[in-house]
């Protein structure tokens, strides 16, 4: 009869006690113990779980407890220094392997592979794929693979490492061995490439959920930024926030404003040195600066549970760094708020600037921006989107939006629709939405005189209504694809075959009414 002997069986009861004698927890966290159970199965996993959450312990504690060595792929050399050192202050044995450590100490570190006496080997991922090294892993007993940092493997993630891609010999070449992927951050598109790349085999997914419902989410009309900024913090006194600015310039003229109305405000940007950073940081952590006006460099790392408030002065690039950003807003668990302003010319001027950036990774920033351009403009739950776009679902509005707190009332917007449309094409599809709405609000200035817009027929035909609602009107028909953008032309708007419909009466158009998200919002003048 062929069973395993019960003493070699890793079990649950087993992977507690060592959580017990090494860590010092007496529980695992809800999902850290099915992760393991999963492992200790031989099954390949994959977790998501947010920073903080736990991920170490869910590799950690199966290496101790099953045999042979689990090797770990990691892609910060100095990461992987503080891991090893923290598990060797527990009494675990490990060690590891990168460009920084030299050829002896590797030769002593292989010896002690080999004799079985290593629990964990981190290694990074140069290391990994490089020439004789799978020759020497095969000499050993190897637990499973832990690969940290997964999203790395992923060109549509935020922080692709090109070595991440050879991960896949680890199947390869290992075909028995189990693989876990951790990761903290990982839109569906990237979970996606984490198992093809490494060729997991039917993987069990773990995603903890990254909500913060604590959250208050708010997007807010880019008109008087300033004033809006202003205003927010005199109604929340003595509250922390953070300002995050495009800029290194605009955090300096803001935070300089916020002082003149008697506001201990500080800026942070790469462009300071180090002690300077460091003490604006302290300042904040000590509550001796309430706010921080500053570019995305500031945060990392920075742990302030009492954060109460996030804005954005500008569009984030991209979801993953909007999440990321306003994540450090209410880490307590009290209620806390992110405001977003939001403008179009915020869109044109990250097109410009991501254009430029890295030609390899254009069309791919571009994609993630209109990600981040959708969720500002949506009229649904903003916290659906979200959730939604990390792959998690949540079955119900979550109440803690401005679109859930204020939802949006639609009605009849052919004739709305219509009088656009039409401007659009009398203005031969060569204005911007700037210039339409100018035109169908009757003003007289340069750019309107000059074109002979003031001659057409549609023009002042809307001016009944404020810039931001046609502003709203016109975005809805974007979105609903009645027009669209020619970039390439000066970001002029077109009629597309649908708007068409619209425009001859074929066709119904509903549309959401526009409303300001906060009640003390100051109605914007027009251009
Ligand atoms: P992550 O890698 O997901 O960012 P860590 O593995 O660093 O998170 O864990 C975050 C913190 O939670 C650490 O201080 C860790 O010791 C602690 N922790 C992990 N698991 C448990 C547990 N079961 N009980 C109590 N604390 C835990
Ligand atoms: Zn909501």
């Given at each position: 009869m062929l069973f395993a002997p019960e003493a070699l069986t890793p079990t649950i009861e087993s992977a507690r006690r060592v959580l017990k004698q090494y860590?010092?927890?007496d529980s695992f966290r809800p999902m850290q113990e099915d992760i393991i159970a999963n492992i200790m199965a031989g099954r390949d996993t994959v977790v998501l779980m947010?920073?903080?959450?736990?991920?170490s312990v869910c590799f950690q504690v199966p290496a101790v407890v099953m045999e042979g060595v689990c090797v770990v792929v990691s892609p910060l050399i100095a990461l992987m220094k503080d891991q090893v050192e923290a598990l060797k202050a527990n009494g675990i044995s490990a060690e590891y392997i990168n460009s920084s450590v030299g050829q002896s100490e590797q030769n002593s570190i292989a010896g002690d592979c080999l004799n079985g006496h290593l629990k964990l080997l981190y290694v990074s991922p140069e290391k990994l794929v490089s020439p004789g090294f799978t020759q020497f892993l095969k000499r050993l007993r190897i637990s499973m693979f832990a690969i940290d940092e997964?999203?790395?493997?992923?060109?549509?993630?935020?922080?692709?490492?090109?070595?991440?891609?050879?991960?896949r010999l680890l199947r390869e070449q290992f075909p028995q061995v189990p693989i876990i992927a951790l990761t903290a951050t990982a839109d569906r598109l990237t979970q996606r490439d984490i198992q093809q790349q490494l060729r997991m085999h039917e993987p069990q997914v773990f995603l903890s959920s990254?909500?913060?419902?604590n959250l208050n989410l708010i997007v807010r009309p880019g008109q008087d930024r300033v004033g809006g900024i202003l205003e927010f913090i005199e109604r929340h006194p003595n509250e922390s926030g953070i300002i995050y600015c495009l800029s290194r310039k605009q955090c300096e003229t803001l935070a300089q404003k916020i002082q003149q109305k008697g506001i201990k405000a500080g800026f942070y940007h790469a462009g300071m040195t180090a002690n300077q950073r460091s003490a604006v940081q302290e300042g904040f952590l000590k509550d001796d600066l309430q706010v921080i006006v500053a570019?995305?460099?500031?945060?990392?790392?920075i742990d302030k549970s009492n954060v109460r408030w996030v804005i954005h002065y500008n569009l984030p690039k991209n979801i993953e760094g909007y999440y990321q950003e306003i994540g450090r807003g209410g880490r307590d668990g009290a209620p806390a708020t992110a405001v977003l302003f939001y403008s179009f010319a915020d869109v044109m001027s990250l097109r410009e600037m991501l254009t430029k950036d890295n030609p390899n990774l254009t069309q791919l920033n571009l994609t993630k921006l209109e990600r981040m351009q959708q969720f500002a403009e949506a009229a649904s739950c903003r916290r659906r989107i979200l959730l939604n776009y990390f792959g998690?679902?949540?079955?119900?509005?979550?109440?803690?939006c401005d679109i859930c707190r204020n939802p949006p009332t639609t009605f009849d917007g052919t004739l709305l629709a219509q009088k656009a449309l039409s401007a659009v094409v009398r203005m031969r599809e060569r204005g911007s939405i700037g210039l339409l709405i100018d035109v169908l609000r009757g003003m007289r200035n340069q750019a309107v005189l000059s074109g002979g817009y003031?001659?057409?027929?549609?023009?002042?035909?809307?001016?009944?209504?404020p810039y931001l609602d046609w502003y709203s009107y016109i975005h809805q028909m974007l979105n609903d694809g009645l027009l669209y953008i020619?970039?390439?032309?000066?970001?002029a708007l077109k009629m597309t075959d649908l708007g068409r419909e619209v425009l001859q009466g074929q066709r119904q158009q509903s549309m959401k009414k526009f409303q300001v998200a906060e009640k003390a919002e100051k109605l914007p003048r027009g251009k």
């Open positions: 860590y010092g927890y947010p920073t903080g959450g736990g991920k997964a999203h790395c493997i992923s060109s549509w993630g935020h922080d692709f490492r090109p070595e991440y891609t050879q991960l990254f909500d913060r419902p570019t995305i460099a500031f945060g990392m790392g998690e679902t949540l079955p119900h509005d979550c109440g803690n003031d001659q057409i027929k549609t023009y002042g035909a809307g001016a009944d209504l020619a970039y390439e032309e000066g970001y």
